[in-house]
T-cell receptor, first 112, second 110 residues
Framework: SAVISQKPSRDICQRGTSLTIQCQVD?????MFWYRQQPGQSLTLIAT?????????ESGFVIDKFPISRPNLTFSTLTVSNMSPEDSSIYLC?????????FGQGTRLTVV | KNEVEQSPQNLTAQEGEFITINCSYS?????LHWLQQHPGGGIVSLFM???GKKKHGRLIATINIQEKHSSLHITASHPRDSAVYIC????????????FGEGTQLTVNP
């Protein structure tokens, strides 16, 4: 199994600013996944973060808007840049260990 | 058509009732996951299935690989079971991303 500590749990931010979300895993994992969940919708994958290489972004998501760092095998950050109200969502990090999927507690972001 | 479909989208039950949530998928999978999301947003993994049936407390999950269908059952439901239940599938390629269903909002009234 894996335990993921994600922070902040929630934040209210002004439009035009940036927020960095952190995830710390209690074991070493090759890939970490970052998801967005817009209100009333299911999870959408933003990008896959690999240690030692650039993140792989899904269609519709770009590095300038969602830069990701992966400095080691237990930690990753996702930054939501130049925020607008449309970025108001829950953001989650996830890892897969032993075939199981494990998630952080989520960051509920509101942009005003 | 979504690759993973859940039904119902919303479910309201009285405390003590037996609850079933269904998940159908149209792609090849290596495993199917049932997840629980509480209002705060955090997600907890309930089950990972590749065949048969698993039980944990009042929760039971089954999967039929031939029919590409899974069910999550809750026996003796309780208000604390109120949450969104999400079905997700892992593709055959290891390390690849999950594909999620839309989720089922369950409300259990006392």
């Amino acid at each position: 199994s894996a335990v993921i500590s994600q922070k902040p749990s929630r934040d209210i931010c002004q439009r035009g600013t940036s927020l960095t979300i952190q995830c710390q895993v209690d074991s070493q994992v090759t890939m970490m996944f970052w998801y967005r969940q817009q209100p009333g919708q299911s999870l959408t994958l933003i990008a896959t973060a690999n240690q030692g290489s650039e993140a792989t972004y899904e269609s519709g998501f770009v590095i300038d808007k969602f830069p990701i760092s992966r400095p080691n095998l237990t930690f990753s950050t996702l930054t939501v840049s130049n925020m607008s109200p449309e970025d108001s969502s829950i953001y989650l990090c996830s890892v897969e260990v032993g075939g199981g999927a494990f998630f952080g507690q989520g960051t509920r972001l509101t942009v005003v | 058509k979504n690759e993973v479909e859940q039904s119902p989208q919303n479910l309201t039950a009285q405390e003590g009732e037996f609850i079933t949530i269904n998940c159908s998928y149209s792609v090849g999978i290596s495993a199917l996951h049932w997840l629980q999301q509480h209002p705060g947003g955090g997600i907890v993994s309930l089950f990972m299935l590749s065949s048969g049936k698993k039980k944990h407390g009042r929760l039971i999950a089954t999967i039929n690989i031939q029919e590409k269908h899974s069910s999550l059952h809750i026996t003796a439901s309780h208000p604390r079971d109120s949450a969104v239940y999400i079905c997700a599938v892992s593709p055959p390629t290891s390390g690849s991303r999950l594909t999620f269903g839309e989720g089922t909002q369950l409300t259990v009234n006392p």
